[in-house]
């Protein structure tokens, strides 16, 4: 805009001003600078005050919230300094504003809480007092002093070309180091020019469907929802295979089934592993029949009474795509994913992201890359593998007391109790009553599922806080003794 000539608004103080200070984008009026030049001082001043009270009442200018300096807001809206300092200076008259040596200027807080709410925007869902949701980790693990060194660590010695745009793979800084690390710790076969990265394994399913996995997916009859979830919405048609005692029933995979989407180590939610004979029935399977099996190792690192059960890719890594993330071992915030492809298809995955990474953060995946090549992430896993045992057997001791039936224990983040349709629902609506959020096993089942007779609770012991652990325990057995 034009304004009258001024002194104020010419100069190297303007030039300078202009690089200073936060960015404030404010709505002025049209015909903020029309009318006589005389009186239009004040005209400015009167439009830039409404505008910045406009903004704080609409929320964009939340509590607290800087202001540019009255110099630095006059050089970007072409004003005279005095007439942004007059507008300042008449908002914190009348409240809206405060100014503190050293601070600056800023919104007042009083003035941001009492403003109106600009739409009808809902207020996010709380977590439950009592949080037995499974499929989540404890937040409070999270390795903050590793990560943040990692990341200095990483940041430091990287290449400039690092953070070039990078191809669909993903960093082979970390592709390298998962190899090695996947092979060690779950057995996996697998080269860095097999791994595509992802940003977790739903992504990775939905990459996947139908290019890879054809247009008919078998999935276990109870199961994660968002696999089917990812499957459907992508174009493909899901069928249920039914869960025994030795995980998913092979011989009852219908015909025309193009791939199947497994959780062979610690079947969820039911617990239960793959026995050996069903892994090699599978593997068979696959061979026989041109299929593609989907191995989510989803939880495979925590372990607690049993040996280690690799994955199922070291017996097919021709017929088996490996996928896992880091959702359970450090958070779901870290976006980062990944697949262990069969050699032919390892091309065909990444050039479908496009000619670049489009979604994950590279800065990330070479922060994992340095926590794995030091030894952190190892550590972290252990001692994560000890809290969440020590958790399970607290869990345990207190169910077994009032004699209570679980199954699924043998590793994992959560376990199941048996009971009836009817019990579980009776449960599940008390649970609702006194803020206790568990899961029935019916949520879990596919829709076209046969085997429907089993029920129960799905109880995940991560997620409270340390703090709260004793009390949580308090609500969950006080629920299942007074819900006979």
Do not use: C
Not at 38 to 54: K, N, S
Not at 247 to 270: E, F
Not at 347 to 375: C, F, H, N, T
């Amino acid at each position: 805009m034009e304004t009258q000539a001024n002194s104020e608004t010419d100069g190297p103080w303007h030039t300078h001003a202009g690089g200073l200070g936060a960015d404030l984008h404010l709505d002025l009026a049209d015909g903020f600078d029309t009318g006589p030049a005389r009186g239009r001082g004040a005209q400015q001043r009167r439009r830039l005050v409404d505008a910045l009270r406009a903004a704080i009442e609409d929320g964009r200018l939340g509590a607290g919230a800087p202001l540019p300096p009255y110099r630095s807001l006059a050089a970007d809206l072409n004003l005279a300094r005095g007439t942004v300092a007059a507008a300042y200076e008449e908002l914190i008259a009348q409240g809206w504003l405060v100014a503190r040596r050293g601070a600056g200027t800023r919104v007042a807080d009083s003035v941001a809480a009492s403003a109106p709410p600009s739409g009808t925007v809902p207020a996010p869902l709380l977590p439950p007092r009592h949080n037995f949701l499974t499929g989540q980790a404890n937040a409070g693990l999270f390795p903050r002093a590793d990560w943040i060194a990692a990341t200095r660590r990483a940041l430091s010695t990287a290449p400039d070309s690092a953070f070039d745009p990078t191809a669909p793979h993903g960093s082979r800084v970390l592709r390298e180091a998962l190899a090695g690390y996947l092979a060690r710790a779950r057995g996996v076969r697998a080269d860095p020019n097999q791994i595509v990265l992802t940003t977790g394994v739903m992504y990775s399913l939905r990459l996947l469907t139908p290019t890879v996995l054809g247009t008919t997916v078998a999935v276990e009859s109870h199961g994660l929802p968002f696999h089917r979830l990812a499957i459907e919405e992508s174009g493909a048609v899901t069928l249920p295979v039914p869960l025994d005692d030795d995980g998913a029933v092979v011989d009852a995979i219908g015909d025309g089934v193009s791939s199947l989407v497994l959780t062979p180590s610690h079947q969820s939610p039911t617990g239960v592993s793959l026995s050996p004979p069903r892994r090699a029935a599978v593997i068979d399977w696959a061979r026989r029949t041109g299929g593609l099996i989907v191995e989510d190792d989803y939880d495979g690192e925590y372990r607690y009474d049993r040996e280690p059960i690799g994955a199922l890719q070291a017996l097919g890594p021709d017929v088996v795509v490996y996928a896992g993330s880091v959702s359970k071992t450090l958070s779901p915030s870290v976006r980062i994913g990944w697949l262990v492809l069969p050699g032919h298809l390892a091309e065909q995955v990444a050039w479908s992201k496009g000619v670049r990474e489009p979604d994950a953060s590279i800065v990330d995946q070479l922060v994992l890359a340095e926590m794995i090549a030091s030894g952190a992430y190892d550590r972290h896993i252990r001692r994560s593998r000890q809290f969440y045992r020590r958790r399970r057997d607290q869990l345990l001791a207190r169910l077994t007391a009032i004699g209570a039936q679980v199954t699924g224990v043998a590793g994992g983040l959560h376990l199941l109790i048996p009971t009836t349709a009817q019990r579980e629902g009776a449960l599940m609506a008390e649970a609702v009553n006194r803020g206790i959020g568990i899961s029935p096993l019916s949520f879990f089942a596919h829709p076209a599922a046969t085997d429907t007779a089993r029920h129960g609770l799905i109880v995940g012991f991560g997620t409270p806080s340390a703090s709260s652990y004793s009390a949580d325990l308090d609500a969950l057995v006080g629920l299942l003794v007074d819900v006979a």
